[in-house]
C-alpha cells in the first residue's frame, strides 16, 4: 500500500503507529492541540487553535479535509503526534501551481526527538505529491523545517508598526471621512476586484512575483461564524453613505499589545493617504470588541501593518513615528524542479522573449552538487529536465549548494546576492545574463490563508 493512501499504516516500534486520521481520532486530536499550544500563564488548553483544527476536521475549513491529518498513535489509539496537510492556491507570474501547505505540526513532550514528525512529513509529501502539488509551503520554527527539504524561498511579513500616540485625532467639529465596517456576503465580488488590485502592485517596477490565490468559498468562510483565531477578518472602508471604496484584513484575536492590517486595498479613484487617519482610527475601536489571546495581553499600544516588503501606504506611515518590521520567511519545498519550471515555462519564455537574449538556442545546466537541472533553450521556447546525481564530473554553467537554488527561482535573492554570499555558487558569463533574465530578484506576498 502507498503511503498517501487512506488506509495505509506503518509499525514504528514500541506500540506506536504511523497512520491517516480517521473520525474517531477528533477528540484525541483536538486535546493533543489543545494541551501543546496550551496558554503557558496557567496551563489551559488553546481553545482557539482547536476550534481551528476542529473546523478542518468538520471539513468546514475551506482550505483542508479531515482525510488529511497525519498522526503517530500510541497502543491505545491516543494521537501523540500529527500534521495536516493544507491546500495553498497560489500562482506564480500568473500561472496557477497546484501547492500543499503542513499546518498545525504537533507532538506530545512526552514523544519528541524520536523521529515521529519526520515520518509524519514522510506521509505529508506523499499525498502532496498523489493529489499533483508541485510544492509545498510552511511558516515557522527557525531552521527546523530545512530537515525536511525546506529552504527559505519567499518572504512572510514584514512591515510598518505605528504607535497609537502616532494615530492622527479628529477634530472636535469634524465627520468622520471614512467608515468601517464588517464585511457581509454582498460585498464578495467587490471584495475580490480589491484584492485582484491589491496582489497586483508594483515594487521596484515589477509586479508581485507570488501571491495566494482567493475565491467567494474562502471569503463566505472568513465571514462565518468561526470561533478559532484563524483565518483572517474582512473589513470594507466606505463613506459615510455607504458606498464601498476599500478593504481590509485585520485579526480575529488580539495578541500582545497590537491589532495588526494584514491587506489594504482602495478603488482607484481614493488616495491611500485619505483613508489612513480614518482606518487607524477604526482599528482603536475594533481592538476593544475582539477577544484576547491571554491574561497577559494588554491595552492596544500600536497598529501592525504586515502588508509585505512594500505596500503604497508604507509613504503615508514613514512621514510619521513609526517602526519597521523586518519581514521573516516562508519555508519552500520543491521535490522536481524541473516539472515545477515546466508548469510556469510560460513567464519564463516571455521574460527571454522580450530580453536581448530573445530567440536564444543553447543549454543552460546546473549542479546542485548532489543533483542537477538542464534547461534547453530552442529559438526561446524552453524544456526543463533533471539531471541524475554529480559523481563530480559534471560542471554546471551555474552551480548552488542543495536547495539554494529555490531562493532565486522564488526571487528572493539575484544570482549576484547569492553568489556574494554563498562562496559555492557560481556562475558563466553566459548563464549570469540568462539568470538574470529568467530569475530576477522579485517582491512576493504570499498571504496565509488559514
Wanted: a negative charge.
Amino acid at each position: 500500500m502507498h503511503m498517501h493512501e487512506q488506509h495505509y499504516q506503518e509499525d514504528l516500534g514500541d506500540g506506536y503507529t504511523l497512520r491517516w486520521a480517521t473520525p474517531s481520532d477528533r477528540d484525541s486530536l483536538l486535546d493533543l492541540y489543545g494541551f501543546v499550544f496550551r496558554d503557558e500563564t496557567n496551563g489551559s488548553h488553546n481553545t482557539y487553535l482547536m476550534a481551528y483544527a476542529d473546523d478542518l476536521l468538520s471539513g468546514r475549513h475551506p482550505m483542508g479535509s479531515p482525510d488529511d491529518f497525519a498522526v503517530v498513535a500510541d497502543a491505545d489509539n491516543r494521537i501523540v503526534a500529527t500534521t495536516v496537510l493544507e491546500r495553498m492556491p497560489l500562482e506564480y507570474a500568473g500561472v496557477a501551481v497546484p501547492s500543499g501547505r503542513p499546518e498545525l505540526v504537533a507532538s506530545h513532550p512526552d514523544v519528541r526527538n524520536r523521529g515521529y514528525i519526520r515520518k509524519i512529513f514522510q506521509l505529508i509529501h506523499a499525498k502532496s505529491t498523489a493529489r499533483g502539488d508541485l510544492m509545498q509551503g510552511i511558516t515557522g520554527i527557525p531552521y527546523y523545517y530545512r530537515q525536511f527539504g525546506y529552504e527559505y524561498a519567499l518572504t512572510l511579513g514584514g512591515g510598518r508598526v505605528v504607535p497609537v500616540q502616532a494615530i492622527p485625532k479628529l477634530g472636535t467639529d469634524q465627520q468622520e471621512p471614512f467608515v468601517v465596517r464588517r464585511a457581509q456576503h454582498s460585498d464578495i465580488m467587490q471584495l475580490l476586484m480589491l484584492y485582484e488590485r491589491e496582489r497586483n502592485r508594483i515594487h521596484n517596477h515589477l509586479p508581485m512575483l507570488v501571491t495566494s490565490r482567493i475565491d467567494a468559498s474562502y471569503l463566505r468562510y472568513t465571514m462565518s461564524d468561526v470561533t478559532g483565531h484563524e483565518p483572517w477578518l474582512p473589513y470594507v472602508i466606505t463613506r459615510p453613505d455607504g458606498d464601498v471604496v476599500g478593504s481590509f484584513w485585520s485579526n480575529r484575536i488580539r495578541g500582545v499589545s497590537n491589532i495588526g492590517v494584514y491587506s489594504l486595498s482602495t478603488e482607484p479613484h481614493i488616495l491611500l493617504s485619505d483613508v489612513y487617519p480614518s482606518l487607524c482610527r477604526a482599528m482603536l475601536r475594533i481592538a476593544t470588541t475582539i477577544p484576547i489571546w491571554d491574561n497577559k495581553t494588554g491595552e492596544i499600544e500600536h497598529i501592525q501593518f504586515g502588508l509585505g516588503v512594500d505596500h503604497p501606504v508604507y509613504r503615508t506611515i514613514e512621514q510619521d513615528i513609526h517602526k519597521s518590521n523586518r519581514p521573516y520567511a516562508w519555508y519552500i519545498r520543491v521535490a522536481d524542479v524541473a516539472q515545477l519550471i515546466q508548469h510556469i515555462v510560460a513567464p519564463l519564455e516571455r521574460r527571454l522573449s522580450q530580453s536581448a537574449m530573445a530567440g536564444y538556442s543553447g543549454e543552460l545546466t546546473f549542479d546542485f552538487y548532489r543533483s542537477g537541472l538542464q534547461m534547453t533553450f530552442t529559438k526561446g521556447r524552453i524544456t526543463a529536465t533533471n539531471l541524475p546525481a554529480n559523481d563530480g564530473s559534471r560542471k554546471g554553467k551555474a552551480g548552488y549548494p542543495p536547495h539554494v537554488f529555490l531562493q532565486q527561482l522564488f526571487g528572493l535573492h539575484s544570482i549576484h546576492e547569492l553568489k556574494a554570499s554563498h562562496p559555492d555558487v557560481y556562475s558563466s558569463g553566459e548563464a549570469e545574463v540568462l539568470l538574470d533574465i529568467l530569475f530576477p530578484k522579485q517582491s512576493s506576498w504570499l498571504a496565509p490563508l488559514d
